[in-house]
C-alpha cells in the first residue's frame, strides 16, 4: 500500500478533460524547479511534500533545461518507489513534445523539433530513456506544428499511445480551431482525440 492511500489530506481531484483519468486539482510543473536550481535531496524533498499533500499530478517536458528536467524527475520518481514513498500507479506523469531536447543549447539537426512521425516517435523513446520509465499518463503536443499535415499528429499521436508510451494524448497552446481540427481529423479516421 502506497503513501498516497494512508496519508489525509484535503486535495480535490478533477477528471482530466474528457477522461476518467483523476488527477489533483493541482500539478507540479517542473519548468524552473529541475536543473541546477536544487540538489537532489531538496528536490526528492518538494515532490514528496507536494505528494503527501495530494498532488498526483507532475508536469515536464523535452525541452525543459534540454531534458535534464525529465532525467531528474525520473530519478526522483523511482527513488520515491524504492523508498516506499509512491508505487509509479500513484502518480500522473505527463511531458510535453515539440521544442526538441537540445533547441535551447543551440544543438540537434532539423528533425528535432516540430511533429513530424519522426520527432514524435524519437523524442517520445528519447524521453522514456530520460525518465527511466516505460510510459507516461499524457503526453502533449507542446505547440501546434504549421508545418506537418494534422493527420500526421493526430496519427503519430495514437501511434505512441498504441505502443503503451503514453495513455492520452494532448494539446499546449493550441487555437480552439486547431484542436477542432485534430478532434475532426481523429473523428474520421476512428482514432482517439486529443484530451479536451
Partial sequence: MSTATKTAH???YRFLGNTGLLVSKF??????????????EETYAIMEHAFKNGINFF???EAYADGESERYMGKIINAGIERGLWAREDLVISTKIFFGAKMFSGGGGPNDTGLSRKHVV??????LK??????VDLIFCHRQDPYTPMEEIVRVMNYVIEQGWAFYW???????AEIMEACDVADRLGLVRPVR
Avoid: C, H, I, P
Fill in 170 to 176: 494532448g494539446t499546449s497552446e493550441w487555437t480552439a
Fill in 130 to 135: 530520460r525518465f527511466g520509465l516505460d510510459y
Fill in 122 to 127: 524519437e523524442g517520445t523513446k528519447a524521453a
Fill in 59 to 61: 508536469d515536464n517536458a
Fill in 10 to 12: 484535503n486535495m480535490k
Fill in 27 to 40: 500539478a507540479f510543473g517542473s519548468f524552473v524547479t529541475f536543473n541546477t536550481q536544487n540538489d537532489f
